[in-house]
């Protein structure tokens, strides 16, 4: 895997504040982020469009699916490798389909895959 696939990310928050956080974190780090999406729905059209590698999620999603739902889409239909993201510290709930990580940065990204 190149290092450049490895760093485009689709970023899924319905918390603009949060959102932003950890997109100027990921810029900083030098990762490609191809879009944010509030919603699943948005999420996968994203991704149908964009194709990140990677997707981070925060929390549930504001729309029907839950986050682990999202997870197993992306994962299953086109093969995006997902990470949840941990609130406050406290212990989530990854499912199957996802990894869970304690912050939204490349160094923490790659060694959750090293995992």
Do not use: K, Y
């Amino acid at each position: 895997m190149n290092t450049r696939e490895m760093e485009t990310i689709l970023v899924v928050c319905a918390d603009p504040d949060r959102c932003a956080e950890i997109i100027g974190r990921l810029h900083d780090d030098g990762a490609s982020v191809v879009g944010t999406a509030h919603t699943a729905g948005i999420a996968l059209t994203l991704t149908a469009q964009m194709a990140p590698r990677s997707a981070i999620l925060v929390g549930e999603t504001a729309g029907r699916r839950s986050a682990d739902e999202l997870a197993r889409a992306l994962s299953e239909t086109w093969g995006v490798e997902c990470f949840l993201l941990r609130h406050d510290g406290r212990a989530g709930s990854a499912g199957d389909h996802a990894i869970e990580i304690v912050s939204a940065d490349l160094r923490a990204l790659r060694q959750a895959r090293l995992q």
